[in-house]
């Protein structure tokens, strides 16, 4: 079974390039990020703090999270609502972070993560996809590039979609969710040695997937 993991700080551009490949290999997608951002939609709902690790514990058991495929892609449902859209909003970002770092959400996301990427050919995305959900992967990559470069891209994103965007917000709140991802205690974000580097600062998107294509064919050989 072919699973293909990739991971790399928010904002550089994993989940364009691994929604790219996928389509490119005829194979599944699996957007683990929007996945905890559904659970931190369901915390800011419900008015509990995304840092608040008993809260969440208390109302984890009874949130459902459904993947489905559709035509344009791949939909995340939050107790059967549709939420792709909602999680996508800017304070979502934050919130997803938080509430990644405590280990029963983890737990209860990788394993249905790891259930898809079992049964189906799939590109996963995320910040411990090679290290600790498919640490077996086939092909690891670690996507990266500049805080500055990433803030930059995220405020043309949210502006080219009609919403309002702070570069210098952006750009601190970048900052701290690097820091927390790759300090928190529990599967925090690093490249594992057996993950390519790849600096997309000065890539396009087409020239980061041509790139990981070429490795995965060599794998694929």
Avoid: W
């Amino acid at each position: 079974m072919l699973n293909i993991a990739i991971d790399g700080p928010s904002g550089a551009g994993k989940s364009t390039v691994a929604k790219a490949i996928a389509k490119e290999l005829g194979i599944l997608y699996l957007d683990t990020g929007a996945m905890y951002r559904a659970v931190g939609l369901k915390a800011v709902r419900l008015g509990v703090s995304c840092t608040d690790e008993d809260k969440v514990k208390e109302f984890l058991p009874h949130v459902q999270i459904d993947v489905k495929y559709q035509e344009d892609g791949m939909h995340i449902y939050l107790d059967g609502e549709d939420v792709s859209t909602a999680i996508r909003e800017h304070y979502v970002s934050k919130c997803a972070s938080d509430i990644s770092k405590i280990p029963a959400v983890r737990l209860k996301l990788v394993e249905l993560q790891r259930e898809i990427a079992a049964n189906n050919p799939v590109v996963l995305d995320g910040r411990d996809i090679t290290s600790y959900v498919l640490p077996h992967a086939n092909c690891k990559f670690f996507l990266t590039a500049s805080p500055e470069i990433r803030a930059r891209r995220r405020t043309d994103e949210l502006l080219a979609r009609g919403q309002s965007a702070d570069y210098d917000k952006i750009l601190a709140d970048i900052i701290d969710r690097d820091y927390n991802d790759s300090h928190r205690d529990f599967c925090p974000l690093t490249q594992t040695e057996d993950s390519i580097l790849v600096d997309s600062g000065n890539m396009s998107a087409d020239e980061v997937k041509e790139y990981m294509l070429r490795h995965i064919r060599k794998h694929m050989e």
